[in-house]
């Protein structure tokens, strides 16, 4: 990735037109945009639904680097900074020493879906967000044990907070539901960690994370009030088949497997195979270990090998997806449960740790088996990093064309649903919008027709979030454009369209609940700051006691 010789990812250059035109937006008016333009449509509203606020921080690294793909090379090694780091932060706050405290980061990032989210998928927006949550989990813990609110932790909260609520909503939805379910579960069963868990604690936490997901009203106040309105959202026979695509990837031979083979024959690097050398070790770790079956980590490390179970079973049973309430069936992938998976292993290896510090010489050198499991991890994941892709599938090496007639990087995924569906009529003019679309101008056009008359448009996009003079919208084509009526005092032959963008009460709203936000982690910085001052001052004017 870093050298560029090899193809990483499917999604890679579609990331990158959508961060140049954030790039764009930035340079023109300071501000990131919810629209992106090409030769699919214009206004296309891609990052009022899809990780706009990752993206706006993507372009502010593509003006200071000048290239879309250094800034993501720089969030995807971050990315894995990010989660290595919280995975080491958690384990010292266990108890671990220095050097043990390495294994459960080192474990999980050279896990094979971790891997296989970049160099194979492309998934940056899934990647960041899976990245941030140790960090997340280590912040909080540092917090909660803590007297008062101190700058690294709120930093790194705050940080961790707003990516994760402003890249991905599938790991958005999933992540923090299965965050809240554990820590609930967890509090329930750990007396010691409940009682630790004060009304302070929780405001201060609060104090700290609400300002954070506000941070990313601007994009996420419109995609909560007009997801329902989006075309993915109602093609439920898509999801299904997403699904049972998705279901070939994770068969036994695909997830039982010690080796790292790609479960799909043109997906260079895509490798799904569970950790089943440390789950064994975590296992058999626990039969050593049956006298602490009474502590707390030992519950702890039960319940997360459960969890594991149960979401190795969901995965393959498309069923049970299914069944789930909306939008949680929206999962598209099942191998995506992995992530979950993996989180929870690496927490179970920090607690079979924990309890071999605690016991005998000869239960203690059961942590010693963790190290050919770690060095067997590593050597698969430079394996799967080598692989190459099939005899006629040669490495991509650079970037795909978008500006001919290519695969479109928006396309119809959030137009609306809304307005009815009509087939093609050549008989219907075609009138093409033009992209003026990065800078976020009006795009006008003056077309030959009367009023009254329909009109086929490359127009892509949610009238929700549009303001269309001159025309109205009526229809929609299955590809997403837009069908527009002339309005019916246009100019015989000459009529003007204008389409701009919009400013409805998500938008307004959501700007605002960002400005707050932003002001709300300002003033904790200042509070932090302050406080600091002010013990320093203490200290250096308190009696001396000598």
Partial sequence: ?????????????????????????????????????????????????????????????????????????????????ACYAGWYWLAR??????????????????????????????????????????????????IVRADRLRAVPAAVLAVSTTLLTGSHNITLLWGTTMLALVAVLLLAVVPAWRRAV??????????????????????????????????????????????????????????????????????????????????????????FLRSAWRTSWYRVIVFLVALMTVLVVMMRRISLIEALPRPYDLLQFSYRLETYILLAFAGAVIGVLSLLRHGTRKKAMWAWVLVPVLAWSIAGAV?????????????????????????PPGGPDYS????????????????????????????????NALPGDNLQTNIITMPQLVHLDGARFVARQNLGQAVVQVSKDANPGAAVITLRAAHPWPVVGGTILSLVGLAGLALNGVAIAMGARRRRHATRTAPSTS
């Fill in 416 to 447: 609306s649903s809304d307005p009815p569906l009509v087939a093609v009529d050549p008989n219907v003019a075609v009138v093409r919008f033009p992209a003026d679309g990065e800078r976020g101008d009006p795009a006008k056009v003056t077309v």
């Fill in 198 to 287: 004060t009304l302070v604690a929780v405001l201060r936490v609060a104090g700290v994370v609400v300002p954070a997901v506000l941070v990313n009203g601007w994009f996420l106040l419109p995609d909560i009030a007009y997801q329902s309105h989006t075309l993915i959202a109602n093609l439920d026979f898509a999801h299904e088949q997403d699904l049972i695509w998705g279901q070939t990837l994770v068969q036994p031979r695909d997830l039982f497997s010690l080796g790292r083979a790609n479960a799909t024959f043109d997906y260079q690097h895509m490798a799904l195979q569970l950790p089943l050398l440390g789950v064994a070790w975590i296992v058999l770790g626990l039969v």
């Fill in 93 to 142: 706050q266990c108890g671990l020493g220095v050097w043990w405290a390495h294994v459960p980061g080192a474990l999980f990032i050279s896990a094979p879906y971790y891997l296989a989210m970049i160099y194979a998928n492309g998934s940056l927006h899934e990647f960041v967000a899976i990245s941030v949550i140790p960090p997340l989990i280590a912040s909080v813990a540092s």
């Fill in 1 to 81: 990735m870093v050298i560029g010789r090899t193809f990483v990812g499917w999604d890679w250059y579609p990331h990158q037109w959508f961060i140049w035109h954030q790039a764009e937006s930035l340079k023109a008016t300071g501000l990131p945009t919810l629209f992106a333009h090409d030769f699919s449509g214009v206004f296309v509203p891609h990052f009022a639904f899809y990780g706009g606020t990752l993206y706006a921080l993507a372009g502010a690294l593509t003006l200071v680097t000048g290239d879309a793909g250094s800034a993501m090379v720089i969030l995807i090694i971050l990315g894995f900074a």
């Fill in 383 to 407: 394996d799967q990093l080598r692989q190459r892709p099939p005899s006629g599938l040669p490495p991509v090496t650079a970037a795909l064309p978008y500006n001919g007639s290519a695969v």
